[in-house]
């Protein structure tokens, strides 16, 4: 079982930033991927971005894409998120997920272990 808990979230206005962190309780989170998803009220959880430890290589789906940066610290067991030229439209619970199968990151129903969540408001 590995614990998962986000951090960072906040409120924010238009064009602001947000580094959001997701630290777990052990190593066993650098099983394959892990990934942040958000959700946004009445919706489903969607994939944004994720880090492969094989590799290192990071991955993005389009909302992400330009404006979010995924990074690791090894050391403190720490997965960020870095949100720069937030828009009202991201405002969403923010999760980070780990161990997926089949290296679907950012299909929700394929994640393992998740976190609780952190808030993110951007405000016009």
């Known amino acids: 079982q590995v614990e998962l808990v986000e951090s960072g979230g906040g409120s924010v206005q238009t064009g602001g930033s947000l580094r959001l962190s997701c630290v777990a309780s052990?190593?066993?989170?650098?099983?394959?991927?892990v990934s942040w998803f958000r959700q946004l009220p009445g919706k489903e959880r969607e994939g944004l971005a994720a880090i492969y430890f094989g590799n290192g290589k990071t991955y993005y789906m389009d909302p992400a894409k330009g404006r979010f940066t995924i990074t690791e610290d090894k050391e403190r067991k720490t997965v960020y998120l870095q949100m720069n030229n937030l828009k009202p439209e991201d405002t969403a619970m923010y999760y980070c997920?780990?161990?997926?199968?089949?290296?679907?990151?950012?299909?929700?129903?394929?994640?393992?272990?998740w976190g609780k969540g952190t808030q993110v408001t951007v405000s016009p």
């Open positions: 052990d190593y066993g989170y650098r099983r394959n991927f």
């Open positions: 997920a780990a161990d997926v199968k089949d290296g679907m990151w950012n299909v929700a129903r394929m994640v393992r272990f």
